[in-house]
C-alpha cells in the first residue's frame, strides 16, 4: 500500500517530535534569567529537547540560546499583538515541524484597590494575562489537532484562586484564565491534547521588581496599602519558591502519562488554597438550604426535598439532567 507524500510527512513530523518534544515558551526572560520562563526553557533544553524561547525582551536569554544553537530558537515576541504571534508560531512550525508543547508564561503585574485602578493600566494587564495567552492558545491548537497531540500549560498563580485587597485587577487577569483552563481541557482531552493549570506562590523570579502600582488613595491604608507596602519593601529571600525546582516539577508533568488539571507550587500557594477550600466549603453548606429554595418544586424529590438531577459538565444534551 502506497502513502502519500503528505500522509508521509505528517507520519515523519509525528514520528520527529514525539521522540525530542518542541516548546514554545513566552516570557522566557521576564527581563532577566532569573524568571521561571528562562528556568523552564533551560531544563528542557538540558532534557535535548527543542525550544523556541520568546519575550519581549530577547537578550537575556541569548546566552542560554547560544549554548544550544541545533535546539534553541529565540524570537521576539509581544503577545499582545496577533501579527506578532502568527509569524512566530509560522517561524516555529517552519524550522522545528511543530510546537508540541506551549507554555503560557509572560505575564505582568498591576497592584491596586479596586477604585484606584487605572483603566489603561487595566487593559495592559489583561491584554497579557489573558487575552495574549488565548491568542497564543488559538494560534497553536489547528497544528495540535492535527497530530492529536500536545499539551498547553498556562502559568496561572494563586492569586487566582486566592485574591488579596490590593491585587483585586491582578487576580481577576488569573481567574478569568483558570475558567478558561478548565473549559479549556474539557474540549482538548477527547482530541488527544493535555491542558495543564499552574499556579504557583511566590517565587524569586524578580517580578516583583517590575510591578506597577496605581496611584494611592488614603482611605485604603490599611488594606491595599498595607498590602503594597508590604510587597514593596519585602526582600526575594521572603519568597520560598526556586524557579529551578519548579521548572523540573513542570517539564515532570509535562512528560507524566497521566497528567493532572491542577498544579499548585509552592508552600505559600498550597496553604492559601487550601485555606480557601475549607472556608468555601463551610460557607456553601451554609447556603444549601438558600440554593435549593429556589428551584422549581417540579426539580424536587418530595420523598427527600433533594434536587432529582444536576446539570454537569460533559452532559451529551445542553439542558439534560443526570441523577445525584
Known amino acids: 500500500m502506497q502513502i502519500s507524500v503528505k500522509n508521509r510527512d505528517v507520519s515523519n513530523k509525528l514520528e520527529k517530535t514525539t521522540s525530542t518534544p518542541v516548546w514554545l515558551i513566552t516570557g522566557s526572560s521576564s527581563g532577566s534569567s532569573s524568571g521561571l520562563g528562562h528556568a523552564l526553557a533551560s531544563a528542557v533544553l538540558?532534557?535535548?529537547?527543542?525550544?523556541?524561547?520568546?519575550?519581549?525582551?530577547?537578550?537575556?536569554?541569548?546566552?542560554?540560546?547560544?549554548?544550544?544553537?541545533?535546539?534553541?530558537?529565540?524570537?521576539?515576541?509581544?503577545?499582545?499583538?496577533?501579527?506578532?504571534?502568527?509569524?512566530?508560531?509560522?517561524?516555529?512550525?517552519?524550522?522545528?515541524?511543530?510546537?508540541?508543547?506551549?507554555?503560557?508564561?509572560?505575564?505582568?503585574?498591576?497592584?491596586?484597590?479596586?477604585?484606584?485602578?487605572?483603566?489603561?493600566?487595566?487593559?495592559?494587564?489583561?491584554?497579557?494575562?489573558?487575552?495574549?495567552?488565548?491568542?497564543?492558545?488559538?494560534?497553536?491548537?489547528?497544528?495540535?489537532?492535527?497530530?492529536?497531540?500536545?499539551?498547553?500549560?498556562?502559568?496561572?498563580?494563586?492569586?487566582?484562586?486566592?485574591?488579596?485587597?490590593?491585587?483585586?485587577?491582578?487576580?481577576?487577569s488569573k481567574f478569568v484564565l483558570e475558567g478558561l483552563t478548565e473549559a479549556l481541557w474539557q474540549e482538548m482531552e477527547p482530541l488527544g491534547i493535555k491542558v495543564l493549570l499552574i499556579e504557583p506562590g511566590g517565587f524569586r523570579t524578580g517580578m516583583v521588581q517590575r510591578n506597577r502600582f496605581g496611584e494611592q488613595i488614603a482611605a485604603y491604608a490599611s488594606t491595599s496599602g498595607a498590602f503594597r507596602s508590604f510587597v514593596q519593601n519585602a526582600g526575594e529571600e521572603l519568597y520560598p519558591g526556586d524557579p529551578n525546582r519548579a521548572a523540573d516539577v513542570i517539564v515532570k508533568m509535562v512528560e507524566a502519562d497521566k497528567k493532572p488539571h491542577r498544579i499548585v507550587l509552592g508552600s505559600d500557594a498550597y496553604a492559601a488554597i487550601t485555606a480557601k477550600l475549607d472556608a468555601l466549603r463551610i460557607e456553601y453548606e451554609a447556603g444549601s438550604a438558600v440554593a435549593q429554595s429556589t428551584d422549581f418544586a417540579s426539580a424536587i424529590n418530595p420523598d427527600n426535598n433533594r434536587l432529582l438531577g444536576v446539570i454537569r459538565p460533559g452532559n451529551p444534551v445542553p439542558g439534560s439532567l443526570i441523577p445525584l
Request: charged share 15%; net charge negative; aromatic share 8%.
Open 46 to 172: 538540558h532534557r535535548g529537547h527543542r525550544v523556541i524561547l520568546t519575550a519581549r525582551n530577547t537578550a537575556p536569554m541569548q546566552v542560554l540560546a547560544d549554548a544550544f544553537p541545533e535546539t534553541a530558537l529565540v524570537c521576539a515576541l509581544d503577545i499582545t499583538k496577533p501579527q506578532q504571534i502568527a509569524s512566530v508560531v509560522s517561524h516555529a512550525e517552519s524550522r522545528f515541524g511543530s510546537i508540541d508543547v506551549l507554555v503560557n508564561n509572560a505575564g505582568v503585574g498591576y497592584l491596586a484597590a479596586v477604585e484606584e485602578g487605572e483603566e489603561e493600566a487595566i487593559c495592559w494587564q489583561f491584554e497579557t494575562n489573558f487575552f495574549g495567552a488565548a491568542a497564543l492558545i488559538r494560534a497553536v491548537l489547528p497544528g495540535m489537532r492535527e497530530r492529536k497531540h500536545g499539551t498547553i500549560v498556562n502559568i496561572a498563580s494563586v492569586a487566582g484562586f486566592v485574591s488579596f485587597a490590593g491585587m483585586g485587577y491582578y487576580a481577576a
